[in-house]
């Protein structure tokens, strides 16, 4: 008797579940008709962030956008290095000294840095701030770096010397005058974060850039992917191969905005920690995968390792990229790891016609 009644109530809440479902997908498709494609940009982090939404109201995607941007403007207080008073800045003021606790973002991020300077051999370096600092200077005076100043930075450079704590959510910067530099991994973080922020709001169709690094939620209505056109500096035109992408993160990273030219020689602003020398070449590396962050830091590391050695490295974390340098005679050399080819053009376009 008593099974019965279970028996009954099971199969009773699971035609619940079953309806629900239904009437979930038809309210879906009803509303798909009527979305409205919103795009929204706003200065944040040095770059310009534009968010890209499908709502059935103006209302809604202004309130979650601002909402989205608001999240970033926190992100960049805590990690930018350019605010001194950031709280990153304000953890390299302490190192050198003991364990400082630190904000749930914070720690995240530094966590995913140390993880990828790891699995990298240290291409990706979170620590290379001081090193950063003098080819900026370097940039902007058209001069290379000070040999002495150079060999001076690059004794605070250390990864290794990230001491985290999980348990107690402490970063202890092992060295005095160290300086952490987040510009390879923060705008990824961000990106993701702010579509997280979309999600939460209801809004699934949406995709956040920050420049070259791009957080992809589902695609847009009747489309089976956004489309990603990837910046490429062998082609004339600057673009690369197109992408059909949706629930992703995409990250190029490359010297096609910023670098010096010194002596005929072009130099990144990406610098090769096993050098402390700005990577040379035109060059860019392109990485799609599952978390913001990681793809943004993986992509700085693999325009320090070059086509060869950061496929390589991309295979064996299992991501898909796409790494190119033009050197300065004007050879290219292009390199694709094996994810590349499940998700580049020709395989999406076949997609679609299935
Ligand atoms: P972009 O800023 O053009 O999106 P990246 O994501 O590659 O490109 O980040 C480059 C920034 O990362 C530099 O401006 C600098 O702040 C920092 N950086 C430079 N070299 C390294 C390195 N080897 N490892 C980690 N961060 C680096
Ligand atoms: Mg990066």
């Known amino acids: 008797m008593g099974r019965v009644a279970w028996g009954r109530w099971v199969a009773g809440a699971a035609w619940l579940v079953a309806a629900g479902i239904l009437g979930r997908t038809e309210q879906a498709e009803a509303n798909a008709e009527r979305l409205t494609r919103w795009e929204f940009r706003q200065p944040q982090m040095g770059t310009e962030f534009k968010i890209l939404l499908y709502t059935t109201t103006e209302a809604d995607a202004r309130r979650a956008s601002a909402a989205a941007f608001e999240r970033v403007a926190r992100l960049n207080a805590i ?14 003021a302490q190192a050198g000294g003991e ?3 630190v904000s749930e973002d914070l720690y995240r991020v530094l966590e995913r840095a140390v993880e990828v300077a790891r699995a990298t051999g240290g291409a990706f370096d979170p620590t290379m701030g001081p090193v950063v600092r003098l080819w900026r200077r370097a940039r902007r005076q058209r001069r290379l770096p000070d040999e002495r100043d150079l ?6 450079v250390d990864w290794k010397l990230v001491e985290l704590d999980p348990e107690q959510r402490t970063v202890r910067l092992g060295r005095a005058g160290m ?7 923060a705008k990824g973080y961000a990106a993701a974060e702010a579509l997280k922020v979309l999600e939460a709001q209801g809004i699934r169709r949406a995709l956040v850039a920050a420049a070259g690094d791009i957080a992809l939620g589902e695609p847009p209505p009747e489309a089976s992917g956004w489309r990603i056109a990837v910046a490429t500096p062998d082609a004339e035109s600057g673009v690369g191969p197109t992408l059909v992408l949706s629930g992703c993160s995409v990250s190029t990273s490359g010297d096609a905005e910023q670098f010096v030219e010194i002596g005929g020689v072009r130099y990144s602003h990406i610098v090769d920690p096993r050098t402390g020398i700005g990577v040379q070449g035109r060059s860019s590396a392109t990485v799609v995968g599952d978390e913001g962050a990681r793809v943004d830091a993986v992509a700085t590391a693999l325009s320090v390792l070059g086509p060869e050695e950061g496929i390589r490295v991309a295979d064996q974390l299992g991501l898909a990229a796409r790494v190119v340098v ?23 376009a076949r997609a679609d016609e299935r």
Not at 327 to 348: K, M, P, Y
Request: proline share 6%.
């Open 79 to 92: 990690l930018s290095d350019y605010d001194p008073e950031s709280e990153l800045m304000r953890l390299c």
């Open 151 to 156: 060999a001076e930075a690059r004794r605070l």
């Open 99 to 101: 364990p400082v606790p």
């Open 326 to 348: 033009v050197e300065d005679s004007g050879r290219a050399q292009v390199r694709t790891s094996r994810l590349w080819e499940t998700i580049s053009e020709g395989d999406a």
């Open 179 to 185: 300086r952490l530099d987040l510009g390879g991994i």
